[in-house]
């Protein structure tokens, strides 16, 4: 028997409001076309992000009830901890609201301005962050990753060469080194282990601390399991040891593979830089045992991160979001390939070709989405990363028109998938009627969040 079946039960349900073709048109006028703007009942499936949207398990929640919630030496936070420690291996933890404010706090306390940190793709808080402090975010991905359409088992790698030409070049000027597993900015694709360990190794030649963006550790873990033969029968936790034996320390969102609805962590083995680090987390989040935390958020993490490592679940996750891109691709819909661990980007500026970039044709095909289904997900193209130039106005686009399916864990059953592949091939079926849009109004920063949107 070789068919992959959701290993849980529903144990409570959330009721899902079945809104007509009209009610959708109302809303999106409403929206200014901009489904951020979009309020969550008027969402039949919502793939806007797999971040901190997933389902607790029963143990989860038996959790929570433990939570210890002292302002000083919780016992949740000691759990937590001991969890951290077991399956990342570094000597500090520090809790931190979410992923971002691990973010801040690392690059507050060891970038300094005209700093260089690479990475593989940072991730836009990430850059952002590091941006804040003065010092400049690069990426460096592996060749392979240009290519949207060919598969590659490891795309989400960082361009070995790369990093050492500028570990040479930038010496003494470079604060840390960044692997993001999986790489989410490239389309959730998974970081080889040679990877991590040739990185790992140009880092401590050239003496340079390596630090894990570790939102997705377990599922790359599975990747590595799975395409890499030598890991084919390791238990996913000691992939995720390995992994983590090679940096120095990592940032964590617990919205993701920590299966909780909120939190984060801040991990280092430099005792003195551990030790600004909570110097400023006082300051901002919390005291150490907490972290911007409550108690019971750190007991849902602690528990959280071992479901995450379990191979059913993982085997599962992997299958649906493989089965999602699968049929898009049978759909004759073009997508980044292979299939991402945590959402499928369909390439919109290939699948539209009618709507040039600066009709935007990543936030077309998403309105479009929306209005056929109810199917909520994020453009990921020019209205996200297209640079308008302060001086000319004139606007250079993204890299890529794509649109994120970004899958929740353990949220939605087979048929809901099958009903988004349905509102995919319908949308398909009449996409030379899909309009491009306008911006007609948006901030100056981060303006995918806000903008308002006419269609052309
Ligand atoms: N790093 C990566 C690779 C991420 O994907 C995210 C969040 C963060 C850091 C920041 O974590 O949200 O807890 O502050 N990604 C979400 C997404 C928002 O939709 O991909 P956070």
């Known amino acids: 028997m070789n068919r992959i079946i959701e290993p849980f039960r529903i144990k409570m349900v959330e009721p899902i409001r079945l809104t007509t073709r009209a009610e959708r048109q109302q809303v999106l006028q409403d929206a200014h076309y901009n489904l951020f703007r979009v309020p969550a009942d008027s969402i039949i499936i919502d793939l806007l992000t797999d971040s901190g949207t ?3 398990s029963a143990n989860q929640w038996a959790a929570l009830m433990r939570g210890d919630e002292s302002y000083a030496g919780s016992l949740s936070f000691q759990r937590f901890e001991a969890a951290v420690k077991e399956i990342f291996g570094f000597n500090h933890v520090i809790p931190t609201h979410q992923g971002r404010a691990a973010e801040r706090i690392l690059a507050a306390t060891v970038c300094k301005p005209g700093n260089i940190v690479p990475n593989n793709t940072h991730f836009d808080t990430t850059r952002a962050n590091i941006e804040a402090v003065g010092a400049v975010a690069l990426d ?36 840390f ?37 570790a939102c997705r550790f377990a599922e790359n873990a599975y990747f590595i399991r799975t395409r890499s033969s030598k890991y084919h029968d390791t238990p996913l936790i000691d ?18 593979d920590g299966m909780a609805n909120i939190g984060g962590f801040l991990c280092s083995n430099d005792d003195t830089v551990a030790q600004h680090e909570e110097e400023l987390l006082i300051l901002t989040e919390g005291f150490p045992t907490y972290g911007g935390l409550a108690g019971r958020d750190l007991e849902a993490i602690a528990v959280g991160l071992y479901e995450a490592l379990d191979l059913s ?10 089965y999602l891109g699968q049929r898009i691709v049978e759909l004759g819909v073009p997508i980044l390939r292979p299939p991402g661990g945590h959402a499928i980007y369909i390439d919109a500026a290939a699948m539209l070709p009618h709507i040039p970039a600066t009709q935007y044709p990543g936030q077309a095909l998403a309105v479009a989405l929306y209005l056929e289904g109810g199917v909520r997900t ?18 250079t686009p993204g890299p890529n028109e794509l649109v994120r399916l970004a899958i929740p864990r353990r949220t939605y059953t087979k048929s809901q998938i ?23 109004e948006q901030p100056p920063a981060l303006r995918h969040f806000s903008a308002r949107f006419e269609l052309v």
Not at 143 to 149: I, S, W
Not at 381 to 392: L, N, Q
């Open 418 to 440: 099958d009903y988004v592949i349905d509102v995919v091939a319908d949308t398909a079926r009449h996409k030379q009627s899909i309009r491009g849009v306008k911006i007609v």
């Open 54 to 56: 997933g389902a607790m």
């Open 313 to 322: 679940y993982q085997r599962y996750r992997h299958a649906s979001t493989g």
């Open 239 to 256: 992939i995720a040891r390995e992994m983590f034996s090679y940096a120095d320390g990592c940032t964590m969102s617990a919205k993701k």
């Open 140 to 175: 460096l991905p592996c060749p392979e990753a240009r290519d949207l359409h060919k598969p590659h088992d490891f795309k989400g790698n960082m361009d070995v060469e790369a990093l050492s030409q500028v570990l040479r070049r930038h010496s003494g000027n470079i604060p």
């Open 378 to 395: 994020v453009e990921i193209g020019s209205v996200m990363f297209g640079r308008i130039d302060p001086t000319t106005g004139i606007e």
């Open 177 to 213: 080194v960044m692997v993001t597993v999986t790489n989410n900015g490239g389309g959730g694709q998974p970081v080889s282990m040679e990877n991590i360990r040739e990185v790992s190794h140009l880092c401590r030649t050239h003496g340079v601390p390596l630090y894990i963006d």
